[in-house]
């Protein structure tokens, strides 16, 4: 038998690109007006624009990583039908989802010793975790093994890279990214901040724009100073319910690398309550993180 890619909701992918890439996916959980929500992929139990209306409100929603029980029933059935399992996972930076995952691998082990059980913290987040999935499920349709895949994603792990600009300080404050005095300094002057994912998968505050146009350019700047081959590469950009400032991305990297392949999705719940509203991301293989 054949082997299944295995991942979470933090990927940010569509519906439709999740059934194109044959991937199973658990569901994060998140908790806002004191109702809580499976972060699904159809986005059924609460539509993603609304969920950022209630944060432009002023709501705070919570997250809640799933647990060691959730990943073992999800991952069985895959194990006695005879397929092994690739999990790649949630940055380990960001949520303790990667480790319940690995403690529900460890247990299933036993019970299943003819089966291979990988699991590969992505240190990832978004659709930087999504195009990490992407590019592992291409591999898996053009038949590379589950050995050899393994392998491929520890080695290129770190040259996903993610640029990303939030247009509201206050979210990040909230979640203890920056102090209270930066962020009503920076809403005062107008400072936005250009933020990426190391490489030990934590969000790091790299650089600050003048304003959100100032700010988006930078994101296309930072690609250009990484980027293997622009032009030939599928981009991913997600966005906090903005998706004229993530076609503005689009544009400007379509302009400048003559690149020609993009796919744009929301932000999910997960980053998106803390990134808040307005966030925008951009994704792509580098030399480095």
Not at 85 to 109: D, H, M, N, P
Not at 127 to 135: K, P
Request: glycine share 10%; hydrophobic share 35%.
């Amino acid at each position: 038998m054949g082997y299944r890619i295995v991942t979470d909701s933090g990927i940010d992918l569509t519906q439709k690109m999740i059934a194109e890439l044959e991937l199973t996916v658990g569901s994060l959980k998140f908790t806002i007006e004191g109702n809580t929500y499976e972060d699904r992929s159809d986005k059924s139990e609460l539509p993603t624009q609304k969920f950022y209306g209630m944060l432009r409100e002023g709501k705070t929603s919570v997250t809640t990583q799933i647990n060691t029980e959730e990943f073992k029933d999800l991952f069985e059935p895959i194990l006695k039908n005879g397929e092994d399992i690739l999990y790649i996972g949630f940055s380990g930076g960001l949520s303790g989802t990667y480790q319940s995952a690995c403690i529900a691998a460890e247990e299933l082990r036993e019970q299943y010793p003819e089966r291979k059980l990988y699991t590969v913290d992505s240190l990832c987040a978004s659709m930087g975790q999504g195009l990490l999935v992407y590019h592992a499920a291409q591999l898996k349709k053009n038949g590379t093994d589950i050995d050899v895949l393994y392998a491929w994603l520890k080695d290129n792990l770190l040259k996903l890279c993610h640029w990303f600009t939030v247009d509201d300080l206050n979210h990040l404050k909230r979640g203890g990214r920056v102090s209270a005095a930066t962020a009503l300094v920076g809403t005062v002057l107008g400072i936005k901040p250009v933020l990426h994912v190391d490489d030990e998968g934590h969000l790091i505050n790299v650089a600050k724009a003048r304003g959100r146009k100032a700010s988006l350019d930078m994101l296309v700047q930072k690609m250009a100073e990484s980027a293997i081959e622009p032009e030939n590469q599928t981009i991913f950009i997600s966005h906090g319910d903005c998706y004229d400032d993530a076609k503005y991305v689009a544009d400007k990297v379509r302009e400048k690398f003559g690149t020609k392949k993009f796919e744009i999705n929301f932000v999910g719940p997960v980053i998106g309550g803390h990134a808040g509203p307005g966030v925008v991301a951009l994704f792509f293989l580098g030399t480095q993180r």
